[in-house]
């Protein structure tokens, strides 16, 4: 798949192994966004450094699915995905 959005613990905390998984999935191309569980948790920068990860910056694991698929449809570089969930 193109991308998915995992949830994870306040402020993007992982486990290490979902850490392993993360880093697996972006190393085949697999763009992976961070939301978080927590009703209130904003996760706006990104615990650990993974090429092709994405911080939700706050939108619900729903919210930021809707976003992945329609940012989708425009790029697949994580840069300007990243910009997307940072604007929308």
Known sequence: CAGVV???FAGG????GMIKKIR???NQGTL???ASRVQAGRI???PFEVEGLIAS???TENKSQILLILGLT???D???LQRIFNTY
């Open 13 to 16: 905390r992982c486990s290490a």
């Open 78 to 80: 994580s840069t300007e």
């Open 24 to 26: 697996q999935l972006t």
């Open 44 to 46: 706006t920068d990104l």
């Open 74 to 76: 425009q790029t697949k």
């Open 6 to 8: 995992i949830r994870t």
């Open 32 to 34: 992976v966004v961070l």
């Open 57 to 59: 910056n706050g939108h």
